[in-house]
């Protein structure tokens, strides 16, 4: 069993403390304890509700090795049950499928309504027998999982632990209250998936902070400077950056994307972009707005889910889709651009003498404020 390592010098002040120990990014025993002190026992995303258009719509969900499911019910809502049978464990949805009646299990047939109810056992109690006085189909519904959806992110508490969502994230809804209207999904040209050879975390380091821009994002740099960005953090729920000046983009004919209803003055030239602890990246502008989760493969191994949300659906003019593209290249350019040196950090990681470094009292405290946070939801669980 590996060995805790102290976290104390995590937890001071940003002008003294050193990063989290090597053992966070590289050892397969510490990636588990995360896996339950972090990203199970608080409000982590999952998925895009986008994938679960209509009613009926179900999309599997492998999270951290736990098989989910994503269901959109009768109601419009979205369910998420553990995506397996509660008869002998078999895997229910193995693809994105539509559900035209029951969610029916591949091994005997058990069936379950789009709410996780349990509908039919089929010979439970023997050849032509569907019920069993020992089968209570009430006591045997789906396991759901707490969830919520927000800016289109699906998130999950698995432990059942966290308080609600609105209370864990009501600053950050206060914040971004403006932009609490309807987002379309761009469609075909707002989604990217990219593959990191490294720990989820290190993806959220890098996004929280700007003092890389000048050298990672020379050409961002250029219109949007490291002077121009502020940080933002708020201790034990968020962290990240904000611009005073963001560039909308305009195709040769000078036509740029319709901008969201109502926003004040604030967004007219600025944007904002901010790690939602623990795995969700969130950035709005005045015409756009986008959602990142990270999905922990393993101790070394993140996939980037982005997907690219706009005021106007996509097809609402001809004139949006060259837009569409060259935003999607936009995005995808800055965040390839990150990936060589979050896994030149992760190689970092293997420095026998590495402590986890220093942070800068002047351009790390976003970054600084994550690792507090990771930091102590480990010492709470292993306090427990």
Known sequence: MTKHMPLIGVMKPVNQANGLPNAHYIDPHVFQEEKRAVLFANWSGIGFAKDIPEAGDAFPVNFLGMPLLMVRDRDGSVNVFQNVCRHRGMTLVDQPTKIRGAIRCPYHSWCYGLNGELRTTPHVGGPGQNTHEDIKPAELGLIRIRSHVWMDVVFVNIDGTAPEFHEVHAELLARWREFDQRMYHGGESASLKLHVAANWKLAVENYCESYHLPWVH????????????????????????????????????????????????????????????????????????????????????????????????????????????????????????????????????????????????AMDEPTHNFHYWVAGQIEKARSA
């Open 218 to 361: 020379p050409d961002l740099n250029s219109y949007s400077r490291l002077e121009d960005h502020y940080d933002i953090c708020l201790p034990n729920k968020y962290s990240g950056q904000g611009s005073y000046v963001y560039e909308q983009l305009k195709d040769a004919d000078g036509r740029s994307f319709p901008d969201f209803a109502n926003l004040g003055e604030k967004w007219n030239t600025g944007a904002e972009y901010v790690a939602l602890y623990p795995n969700v990246l969130l950035g709005v502008q005045r015409d756009h707005a986008f959602a990142m989760v990270l999905e922990p493969v393993s101790c070394e191994r993140t996939v980037e889910h982005l997907e690219l949300y706009y005021a106007a659906p996509p097809d609402s003019s001809p004139d949006m889709q060259g837009l569409l593209h060259a935003n999607r290249q936009r995005w995808k350019t800055v965040f390839e651009e990150d990936i060589s040196v979050v896994e030149g950090m992760q190689k970092g990681r293997h420095a026998e003498y590495f402590d986890g470094g220093r942070f800068s009292p």
